[in-house]
């Protein structure tokens, strides 16, 4: 295995997420990689006791997408999901060709939108979950410095922090290590759960800097 795939050290601080309101926008690029990542960073924030009724996913095609998708979430009193946590319990329902391009929104397995309401109560944190694989062009640098600084730009404008959960990776074996699926004996580590601890603990701390 990679020996630079690292985890987030545990914090001597306990959170409580029982009462936190947590946002996931997802891209259906890299599905492999992207769906356990999904389905780590849901597992801790319900492990931190976020309720499931309080956890919204919305699918969006790639990364590129993610700064705009994340600030509407963010702003909308309502969401028209791709769907909530229930869905997830399932199983996640990722479909598609091949890894390398976005599963088509609604068809082939994906979930039908739902909306799911949300009076007035806004989200405590938004987890942004993407996956930027290089190849032999500067699409990649492009994307990448755009997206990661759409989502700073967002946590500092907003006051929400903004969880970068996007890997930036040169082949897609980094990718699948850090999404804790590498294909060797060792099967990396799972970044998406360090994306839910540090949801809850921003968000507690967010609460408590108000
Ligand atoms: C176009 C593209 C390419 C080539 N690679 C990726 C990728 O590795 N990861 C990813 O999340 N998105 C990729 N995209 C799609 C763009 O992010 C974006 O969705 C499209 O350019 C449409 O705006």
Redesign the pocket.
């Known amino acids: 295995m990679d020996p630079t795939v690292k985890g987030l050290a545990p914090s001597s601080q306990k959170y409580d997420g029982s009462t936190l309101r947590i946002a996931i926008v997802h891209?259906r690029?890299?599905e492999t990689v992207i769906e356990p990542l999904v389905a780590g960073t849901v597992a801790k924030l319900r492990e931190q006791g976020v309720k499931e009724s309080n956890i919204i996913v919305q699918s969006v095609?790639?990364?590129?997408?993610l700064p705009y998708a994340c600030s509407r979430v963010l702003a909308a009193s309502r969401v028209q999901a791709t769907s909530n946590v229930q869905d997830l319990l399932g199983g996640l329902n990722f479909s598609s060709p091949r890894s390398?391009t976005?599963a088509p929104a609604g068809t082939s397995g994906v979930p039908e939108p739902v909306t799911v309401d949300m009076p007035n109560e806004p989200f405590d944190a938004v987890i942004a979950i993407?996956?930027?694989?290089k190849?032999s062009t500067m699409?990649?640098e492009y994307?990448c410095d755009a997206v990661s600084h759409g989502l700073m730009k967002l946590q500092m404008d907003t006051g929400v922090p903004v969880i970068f959960g996007v890997l930036t990776c040169l082949t897609e074996d980094q990718a699948l290590e850090r999404a804790g699926v590498g294909k060797g004996a060792n099967k990396g580590h799972n970044h998406g759960e360090d994306w839910g601890l540090a949801a809850v603990e921003m968000a507690s701390h967010t609460r408590r800097w108000a």
Do not use: D
């Open positions: 891209t690029w890299n095609p790639g990364s590129f997408e390398g976005p993407g996956c930027l694989i190849g699409h990649f994307i």
